[in-house]
Each structure stands twice: as C-alpha cells, then as structure tokens.
C-alpha cells in the first residue's frame, strides 16, 4: 500500500467495530455505489476480515487479521509526528533499504516503513536477520534530527528503550538491553536495532533506524537457535503483534520528545535500569581489538565505557558484547 | 552520457589526436558503414570538435572543445579506481545529489559524477555554490572506504591537499587550505569541498565527496563577489580545466592510497604545509558556540584545535572559521 492511500471502508468500519454501519450510510458517505461497496468487502474478506453482512442492517467489523495494516495502526494509535506516513508492504528485501530510499527522495520525518515479511532483513555489520512473514514486527522510521553525525547513537539507545518499555508493558516480559542495539529475553536476542544515517559532516540529513522484534516465532534456523528467542516462546502463547506495534510507536513518540528536548540524560537514566550489561564483566570484541572487564556505563555519546582489569576505562564506540559468568 | 556508454569514435581520435584515420580503419574497427561514421562525426563537431576530414586520407581531430567529456578525462589521465565509471552531465541539480543516489543503487568505489553546470551546487551547511557552466569543474567521487562513520572528515581533508596540489602545480599559484574544506587564494575562496555519507553506527556505506573548483569564472553574484575569486582571475588569463581535472583526479587517487595504508598522517602533514590557519589567530563560529584562539593543530579525527586567551586548547569538529589579523 502506498503513501496516502488508505481504504477509507476500512477505517470506517474499523472505528465502529462490533456495530453494523448501513449501506447507505456508506454509500452516501464515499459516493459510490453499494456494488462497489460490495466489493470493496469481499476485498476486505479475502485479507482476512471477518466482516458480516445483514440485509437491510449493514456491515459489522466481527474480527481483524493478524496485520500491520496502515488502518489498523492508525486506529489503534494516536501519534502526533510518529507514523503520519506509512508505507505498508506484504513483503519486501529490508525496510531500511526502502526507508533510505525513501528518504533520499524526501520523506518527512516521523515516516513509517513497515512489512509483513522481510527477504533480506539486515543486522548490524551485515548480518541477516530473519524475519519471516507475520511472525514478527519488522520496520523502520524516517528521522530528520537537528543533530550532529556523533550523536546518532542516541537514536538506537532511545529505540531500544521505547521497545524494552513497551514490550515489558504489553507482556509483563523481563526484556533487557545489551549495548549496543539488541534487547535479550532470558539471555536470548528478541529484537535488533539498527541505525542507520545519511550525513554531511556537521550534521544529519536523516536516520533510519529499524527494528526487527521476534514476536511469535515458533523456531529458528539452526544457526541461531542457541541465541535467538521470540515474544511468544517466553510469554507461552502468541502476543498481539499489533498491541507491541502500537505501544512501541507511543513510547518512542514521547522518548523522541525528550531526546528533541536536548534531555538525552533522561533516556539514558532509563536505558541504565534495563540494561543487562552494566556492572556486569563483559567481553568486547571492536573491528581491531578485544578486551574484557567490567561494564560501567554508557556516555553521551552512546559509548560504552569499560574498566578492564588493569584498571583503565576504555570507551568503546563499536563492537560486539558477551557477556561473562 | 550514461554509464558504460562510450564514444569509441571518439576515444579513437583522441588517442590519435593530429594524426589522420582513415575511413576504412574506422568502418573495419567498428563495423558501422561510411555514412554512420560521417553522421557521428557531424554529432563531434556539434560538440565543437574540430575535425578535419580529407578525402582518400581520413579524419584528423585537431581541436576538442573545453569540455570535460569522459572520453577526454579517459584519454588524459591514467587511472586505477578513480573514474572507471564516469557520470556526464552538461547540467544537473548538484552532482552530489546525484552520487547519493547512483551509490544507493550500488554503483561502484571510485564512480565520478561530473557535470559542466549545477543549477543547485551545495556548500556545507546548505549554502549555495554558484556552478555557471563551463566555467569550473563540479564534480563528486563515490568512495567506499573500510571506515568508521568518524574517520569521515580525514576524506575532507585528503580532497582539499589534492585539490591544492593540483591547482599548485598546473598553475603555480599559491593556493592554501581553509579548515575544514575550502581553498583560498589570495584570501578569497576558489573551491569547496562537502562531503557526505551513508553509514550504520559501526561502518561507513559510502562516501560522497564533491568539489567544485572556479576555474574560469570571470565575475562573481554580488553577494560574494568580495569573497569568491577563480584560478582565471588570480593567473591573470584562462586555465585549461581538463589539465587541473586530470591532475586533481591523480593527486586524489595518489593521496586516497596513503589513506588506505592507515597512514593519515602523512596526509596531514602535507595539509599542514598547505594549511592558512595554523599558527594563526582565528574566530571559530559553531552552532552553538564562538571562541578565539590560534589554530594549533589538525588532530586525526580532522578535527581542529583552538589555544584559547585563556590558554585552554578546544577541540572544533564543525564550525566555520574566520581568519583574524
């Protein structure tokens, strides 16, 4: 589904859900004729509305699909900057790619690029991310900050701690942060994050930063069975993928808010109590080092910053994690 | 001219440049008939070639037009990454716009996007530069360096000491380096450098660094007519803008080699030479701050460093500078 177009049946009925809206009500509404409208049901149907019919009564919204439909996280959603914009797809190659794209053609800020499967879906230092269809939320935002190219960082943190909050609220699920961009769920890797950002070198010209959160994969690939987890495999049953859309899309709105308010501290004070790193020893593993010690924080800059055994803080920009017993 | 796309013709009298080919050598070489051979070079001499043509003996290309062709760029430089793809445009918005986008779609490390008039030149910032045609040379290299996103501004800066050099040697004028990414002469400024990215927190994706460079521009727009000035203006006559295209395009190539070897250093002692701020007073104006000191230094991240009055050394990423007496 493409920018500004939306199915207006859609929203109607879905904001009227459980009670029956006449034909002619609708009719007369849109201006077309009840056989289009007729149609534009069964079109409905066919993506897995259960939409009921009673001659003389109308139409009544009963039951939506699973779907990350435009309509649906419209309805369910109330954003002020976030999502003003969607750009839906069935299945795509990744979203930040079509993000970039987007952007690079002109996309506001605050622009959603969602898809129900993902056929290249990348991780950081390009790595795969799996994302099979309707199993998880796979997306990624258009940001214009008045930032300069040092700061991005803060956006994967503001990310990750929108997510963790919002999963932990939907679910009740002990989800955790480990720098620089994955959330854990018993130890096991639920969601990534990964920012990315076109700059000029005094500032940025945009973000996308995409997160692909693993909700009701039933398994993995061999090759990451060990690591990765799903929303559903720790909560026992299938989460409502579109609940942890919504709740994610608000959290994010408001800790966007606070980063735009220069008040990144604040976003940090709440990654470090959800964080799963700090105060624990940690082995840290950069492009063209590796080091082990204790993790004490992260800086403003999104850094981490490590004491190692000979007792230096090291400040680590990028590399990956493990944690140590 | 798009990418791939070559006149052959062309690079054949080019490479026998006085010389005279004969019609029967072209028609085998090509496998095109007489008359095709004559409509192109008609199409040559629309360009402005200038192309003698005897009966029984052949053509002679005697004269090329002052345009910055890739078929000349080709013939007169001798390359190995830079410009193995060339991007021709006799006008276009701003060659750096148009680099993002052929990068986004892949094209390749060392890809020059060249155009004879930019109706939307870009400085930092999103200043303008005034890019009349044919009057400089606009252009922009894709790079795709094994970086990360901070070691950005080191291409700035590797951009600058071959411009310099460039113009030094083909023209014998004193040009000097401005941080972070202009070239004076005689005080007033000759060319610019901006240079953008697309990374990930861990990894560049792709550099694009345009330059644009007054070669023969005779007169300025009022607002910076006190500012601007053009090689032609301080050599006293016009400057050939295929020689100082070659030359940079080696120098950059020679230089971006160094820079691959790790060895920035090096570089940086070259733009120190080259440099007008170091050592000198100067007034820093930064988004949110102003200070004055003398330049010290240039440190690895190309960031510049400030003594104070007060006799702290400041760290500067992005700023503009003005020099004092």
Chains 1, 2 share one sequence.
Not at 58 to 86: H, M, T, V, W
Not at 289 to 315: H, M, N, P, Q, Y
Request: with cysteine; glycine share 8%; proline share 4%.
């Amino acid at each position: 589904m493409k920018d500004g177009y939306l199915n207006e049946l859609l929203l109607l009925l879905l904001s009227k859900k459980g009670s029956y809206v006449s034909g002619e009500e609708i009719s007369e509404k849109f201006g077309v004729s009840r056989t289009a409208i007729w149609k534009q049901v069964n079109h409905l149907r066919k993506l897995g509305y259960e939409i009921d019919s009673v001659p003389r009564v109308g139409y009544c919204l009963k039951k939506s699909p699973d779907l990350l439909l435009p309509e649906e996280i419209i309805q369910n959603s109330c954003l002020e900057f976030l999502a003003r914009k969607i750009y839906y797809y069935p299945s795509i190659g990744s979203t930040n790619d079509e993000a970039k794209k987007l952007a690079q053609n002109g996309a506001p800020h605050g622009t959603l690029v969602i898809a129900e499967e993902q056929t290249g879906g990348k991780g950081r230092l390009g790595r795969r991310w799996v994302s099979p269809p309707r199993e998880g939320i796979w997306l990624s935002i258009i940001l214009r900050p008045s930032m300069e190219p040092y700061e991005a960082p803060r956006i994967t943190i503001t990310c990750a701690v929108a997510a963790a909050k919002a999963i932990r609220k939907v679910t009740g699920i002990d989800c955790r942060i480990k720098w620089p961009n994955d959330l854990l769920v018993e130890g096991k890797k639920v969601a990534g994050i990964l920012t990315e950002m076109s700059a000029d070198m005094d500032s940025i010209n945009f973000v996308v930063v995409g997160i692909g959160i693993n909700v009701n994969n039933a398994d993995f690939p061999d090759e990451i069975k060990e690591t990765a987890t799903s929303l559903k495999l720790a909560y026992g049953k299938n989460v409502d993928r579109l609940k942890i859309l919504t709740e994610f899309l608000l959290q994010f709105e408001e800790l966007y808010r606070v980063l735009e308010e220069r008040n990144f501290e604040k976003i940090l004070e709440e990654w470090r109590k959800l964080s799963c790193n700090l105060g624990r020893r940690v082995r840290i593993i950069g492009k063209n080092f590796e080091l082990e010690g204790i993790a004490l924080d992260v800086d403003s800059d999104g850094a981490l910053l490590i004491k190692t055994d000979g007792g230096k803080v090291e400040r680590v920009l990028s590399a990956d994690v493990s944690l140590r017993e």
